[in-house]
């Protein structure tokens, strides 16, 4: 009797063995795909970078200048490497657009010169907002020329870089119009400023 005891307790001893086995491979197989899995992800947005550009008119802009950059879902390609290609670029907005915030421009590296102006193309005069969410540390000189004879515009700049040296902001000519920047350093060296009745900014600014 004490034989099948022992007998017993060896095939016990066993299973337990075997089962302690299977779950500890089970947990180690779970681990190096977790780990497979994070490193294949960390990858994946180390490779390429995405933001979603929302307005239609600035993902054909950006498609215009570098091809491909955006894609059909409206997703931007911050790391695509025709970005450190661009350092000059022009934004032509159309007459009755009525609100445009440009979300691109922070993400172009390269940019040094940016000028936004509006079409000189006939369309309706409407009241009309237009920002720019940020603007790249390489950027030297920005130039806001946009036309609002008979309604009333607000231009809203981020904050510049502390070595931009050129600011021109002109052609606003209607009496209620506004711009503001966030934040206008006093490396600015030339800040040309026609047919803007109300602006503001934070700062200082010793500009001629």
Same mark, same amino acid.
């Given at each position: 009797?004490?034989?099948?005891?022992?007998?017993?307790a060896?095939e016990?001893?066993i @299973?337990?063995? *075997?089962i302690?086995?299977?779950?500890?491979? =089970?947990? !180690? %197989?779970?681990s190096?795909?977790? /780990?497979?899995?994070?490193?294949?992800?960390f990858?994946t947005f180390?490779g390429?970078?995405?933001?979603?550009?929302?307005?239609?008119?600035? @993902?054909?802009? *950006?498609?215009s200048?570098?091809?491909?950059? =955006?894609? !059909? %879902?409206?997703?931007?390609?911050? /790391?695509?490497?025709?970005?450190a290609?661009?350092?000059?670029a022009l934004?032509?907005?159309?007459?009755?657009?009525?609100?445009?915030?440009l979300?691109?421009?922070?993400?172009?590296?390269?940019?040094?010169?940016?000028?936004?102006?509006?079409?000189?193309?006939?369309?309706?005069?409407l009241?009309?907002?237009?920002?720019?969410?940020?603007?790249?540390?390489?950027l030297?000189?920005?130039?806001?020329d946009?036309?609002?004879?008979?309604?009333?515009?607000?231009?809203?700049?981020?904050?510049?870089?502390?070595?931009?040296d050129?600011?021109?902001?002109?052609?606003?000519?209607?009496?209620?119009?506004?711009?503001?920047i966030?934040?206008?350093?006093?490396?600015?060296?030339l800040?040309?400023v026609?047919?803007?009745?109300?602006?503001e900014?934070?700062?200082?600014?010793?500009?001629?």
């Amino acid at each position: 009797m004490r034989g099948g005891w022992g007998a017993a307790a060896n095939e016990y001893q066993i @299973r337990s063995y *075997l089962i302690d086995s299977s779950i500890d491979l =089970v947990a !180690m %197989n779970t681990s190096r795909l977790l /780990l497979f899995l994070t490193f294949t992800q960390f990858l994946t947005f180390s490779g390429r970078a995405q933001v979603f550009i929302p307005d239609q008119f600035e @993902r054909d802009w *950006l498609n215009s200048v570098i091809p491909g950059i =955006v894609d !059909m %879902n409206g997703m931007m390609d911050t /790391l695509h490497p025709g970005i450190a290609q661009l350092d000059t670029a022009l934004i032509v907005v159309a007459q009755g657009t009525g609100s445009l915030t440009l979300h691109s421009p922070g993400y172009l590296d390269g940019l040094v010169h940016l000028t936004v102006a509006s079409s000189s193309s006939p369309g309706p005069w409407l009241p009309m907002e237009m920002s720019i969410v940020a603007v790249p540390e390489a950027l030297r000189t920005l130039v806001v020329d946009i036309q609002s004879f008979t309604e009333p515009l607000e231009i809203h700049l981020p904050s510049l870089p502390v070595e931009m040296d050129h600011l021109r902001v002109s052609g606003i000519s209607y009496s209620e119009s506004l711009i503001h920047i966030d934040e206008l350093p006093e490396t600015v060296t030339l800040f040309e400023v026609t047919g803007v009745s109300d602006f503001e900014w934070s700062g200082e600014c010793n500009a001629d």
